[in-house]
């Protein structure tokens, strides 16, 4: 059974909170199981989407775009009769991003008993220019584009917040209860940084075998293999841009030994860290 994990396996290149993808298939595709782990806006451009999760449905046409809550769902891609293609410009953001938007904006989001896990919404000429605005920083370098992208994404969450009202912030966290907001919150943003399962479940207010239950419980996957494949892209992401030595960066992925690291990305990539980095930069 092929499960399809987004944005992961769309290999996008950012890897900011918040990711950009230009997504076009000339063939219709049946019932995609997609494991979403972030959070999505899907603006379609062409073609239908339906969507099936868990406890709802919907198919939207061209004039609508959905904000879609990760999680596991079935989707349908039907091409357009007039151009043979489906389009939609995906704009993937993490709950911590959501976060902090709600914490810089002082916004309080208050629960309505009725969670759901997508919101359909219209098109209207301002969010049809935002569209357009995405592709065209598609197109831009890398670093431009990233720093763009978080300045787009506060946007368009203002211009909602205001057309829509608070409420639509509520649709989108209330699938989730507080203690998983925050427990996410926790992860992401310890990613990185050398602490202990102890000290993380100690910031989540649990005990360690509540903490690693409630970790495969989200994640799928124990939290010792999760942390390890977060740091390994990571050390990958700063061989391939930044041209450091692997001897300069080990400690920063989150290694203890430089042995340690060498056997660990030789693992996961196949080939040792140096290999990596002299295969990029002959690319």
Same mark, same amino acid.
């Given at each position: 059974?092929?499960?399809?994990?987004?944005?992961?396996?769309?290999k996008i290149?950012?890897? $900011?909170?918040?990711?950009?993808?230009?997504?076009?298939?000339?063939?219709?595709?049946?019932?995609?199981?997609?494991?979403?782990?972030?959070? $999505?806006?899907?603006?379609?451009?062409?073609?239908?989407?339906?969507?099936?999760?868990?406890?709802?449905?919907?198919?939207? #046409?061209?004039?609508?775009?959905?904000?879609?809550?990760?999680?596991?769902?079935?989707?349908?891609?039907?091409?357009?009769?007039?151009?043979?293609?489906?389009?939609?410009?995906?704009?993937?953001? /993490?709950?911590?991003?959501?976060?902090?938007?709600?914490?810089?904006?002082?916004?309080?989001?208050? /629960?309505?008993? #009725?969670?759901?896990?997508?919101?359909?919404?219209?098109?209207?000429?301002?969010?049809?220019?935002?569209? !357009?605005?995405?592709?065209?920083?598609?197109?831009?370098?890398?670093?431009?584009?990233?720093?763009?992208?978080?300045?787009?994404?506060?946007?368009?969450?203002?211009?909602?917040?205001?057309?829509?009202g608070e409420?639509?912030? $509520?649709?989108?966290?209330?699938?989730?209860?507080?203690?998983t907001v925050?427990?996410?919150?926790?992860?992401? #943003? #310890?990613?990185?940084?050398?602490?202990?399962?102890?000290?993380?479940?100690?910031?989540?207010?649990?005990?360690?075998?509540?903490?690693?239950?409630?970790?495969?419980?989200?994640?799928?996957?124990?939290?010792?293999?999760?942390?390890?494949? !977060?740091?390994?892209?990571?050390?990958?992401?700063?061989?391939?841009? !930044?041209?450091?030595?692997?001897?300069?960066?080990?400690?920063?992925?989150?290694?203890?030994?430089?042995?340690?690291?060498?056997?660990?990305?030789?693992?996961?990539?196949?080939?040792?860290?140096?290999?990596? !980095?002299?295969?990029?930069?002959?690319?």
């Amino acid at each position: 059974m092929k499960i399809t994990s987004l944005p992961e396996d769309l290999k996008i290149k950012d890897t $900011t909170a918040v990711q950009l993808f230009d997504y076009r298939v000339h063939d219709s595709l049946w019932r995609t199981k997609i494991n979403l782990t972030q959070n $999505t806006f899907s603006f379609l451009r062409e073609g239908t989407k339906q969507i099936i999760t868990n406890t709802e449905s919907t198919t939207i #046409n061209n004039d609508e775009f959905l904000i879609i809550k990760s999680g596991k769902c079935l989707m349908t891609e039907t091409i357009s009769a007039d151009h043979q293609v489906y389009h939609s410009v995906l704009l993937f953001f /993490t709950d911590e991003m959501l976060l902090e938007f709600l914490e810089k904006n002082k916004t309080e989001v208050r /629960t309505s008993g #009725n969670p759901t896990s997508f919101l359909v919404s219209s098109y209207d000429d301002y969010i049809k220019h935002f569209v !357009q605005s995405l592709e065209r920083i598609n197109q831009m370098n890398k670093g431009l584009r990233e720093r763009l992208l978080k300045l787009k994404f506060e946007e368009i969450m203002s211009y909602l917040m205001e057309k829509e009202g608070e409420a639509f912030l $509520t649709a989108i966290l209330e699938r989730h209860d507080s203690q998983t907001v925050r427990f996410k919150y926790v992860i992401e #943003n #310890n990613k990185l940084n050398k602490m202990s399962l102890q000290d993380l479940s100690f910031l989540c207010n649990m005990s360690l075998s509540t903490f690693k239950r409630t970790f495969k419980k989200h994640y799928e996957i124990t939290p010792i293999k999760w942390f390890q494949d !977060q740091r390994l892209e990571h050390a990958a992401f700063l061989l391939k841009t !930044q041209k450091k030595r692997p001897i300069e960066l080990f400690e920063e992925a989150g290694f203890e030994t430089l042995s340690n690291f060498i056997q660990a990305f030789k693992k996961k990539y196949s080939i040792t860290p140096k290999q990596f !980095q002299l295969e990029e930069l002959d690319f």
